[in-house]
């Protein structure tokens, strides 16, 4: 059976809506689906409104930024029951998101003289404001492209590139996400139930089995084993871990959008299919 348990909509950084992402799920014949924005539950009550219609069944999903110790990483968390003080914790991560995107707006401002209207930008992505529609401003501000190739000497403008050029760089530091203390997570998950995932491992560099140790000591149920930011090697590595350490397997394709009409592969589900048959234990969250 098709499954997709990592989707994103334009609740957070994708960019169909919920309904939309729903027919989308429809045409790829995926029969159990996850919608995961970042730090926000928004959409959820859309996309499971439309997936009944087109008989897709949906497990509660969130994305979430989280950190133990210095380790930075992020978590999906299945099967939640929303609370109060969830939504409290959500809309805290989106304040301080919302600031941190103020401050590194104003010193790209102050650096480049490239101008953001925050206005615009916050209406319209108003619970976690992405880094992705924050570019698509930048790059609709007058003579940015000139900027971009005179500052930074490029001359090609994927999303990729101007995040690492300008949101990774020492041009101006980092623009960090709205982290949470995974033990928060793990306290408030015991009230509200759920399971929580560890995200597609395959990009924390170097994977320690250390890290999968001390999660599976806090109370983490499982690892992300099929995603298409993972190689084979990657893949083979996680699931040793899963087995190991009892962890539910999931697999999610990360879905944004559809790349533009010029390319052949326009998205992960042209050439990556996640069964549910091989998946240790996801049965635990799709059931």
Same mark, same amino acid.
């Given at each position: ?6 989707l994103?909509?334009?609740f ?12 989308f799920?429809h ?28 008989k ?31 939504q ?5 991560t ?9 401050k ?19 209406k ?14 930048i790059?609709?501000? *007058?003579? #940015?492209? !000139?900027?971009? =190739?005179?500052?930074?000497? @490029?001359n090609?403008?994927r %999303?990729?590139? &101007? ?7 020492k041009?101006?530091?980092r ?19 759920g399971?929580?995932i560890?995200n597609?491992?395959?990009k ?9 140790t001390?999660l599976?000591k806090?109370?983490i ?7 298409p ?7 083979m ?9 009892k962890l ?9 959008r ?7 592969? *326009?998205? #992960?589900? !042209?050439?990556f =299919?996640?069964?549910?048959? @091989?998946?240790?234990?996801? %049965?635990k969250? &799709?059931?």
């Amino acid at each position: 059976m098709l499954i997709d348990l990592q989707l994103h909509s334009t609740f957070s950084d994708g960019y169909l809506t919920p309904k939309q992402l729903a027919q989308f799920l429809h045409s790829e014949k995926i029969k159990v689906a996850s919608l995961t924005d970042h730090n926000t539950t928004a959409g959820q009550e859309e996309f499971k409104k439309a997936c009944a219609k087109l008989k897709i069944k949906t497990i509660p999903g969130l994305e979430l930024y989280v950190k133990l110790k210095r380790k930075k990483f992020n978590i999906l968390w299945f099967n939640y029951q929303d609370s109060p003080e969830l939504q409290t914790l959500l809309l805290e991560t989106q304040a301080r998101r919302r600031n941190n995107i103020e401050k590194y707006a104003d010193a790209l401002e102050k650096k480049f003289g490239l101008k953001v209207d925050l206005n615009k930008y916050f209406k319209k992505n108003k619970y976690y404001p992405p880094i992705n529609r924050l570019i698509d401003e930048i790059m609709k501000s *007058k003579n #940015s492209k !000139d900027i971009l =190739k005179k500052s930074l000497r @490029l001359n090609e403008f994927r %999303e990729d590139q &101007i995040i690492h050029e300008l949101f990774k760089t020492k041009n101006l530091g980092r623009l960090y996400e709205s982290y949470i203390d995974i033990k928060r997570i793990i306290k408030l998950k015991k009230k509200i139930d759920g399971q929580i995932i560890l995200n597609h491992p395959g990009k924390i560099y170097p994977l320690r089995e250390s890290l999968i140790t001390d999660l599976k000591k806090i109370g983490i149920d499982g690892i992300e084993v099929l995603s298409p930011h993972h190689n084979l090697g990657s893949v083979m590595y996680i699931q040793f871990l899963a087995k190991k350490y009892k962890l539910i397997e999931t697999g999610g394709s990360d879905f944004h959008r559809s790349e533009a009409d010029v390319y052949l592969l *326009k998205k #992960s589900w !042209d050439y990556f =299919k996640i069964d549910s048959e @091989l998946l240790r234990g996801v %049965e635990k969250i &799709i059931n």
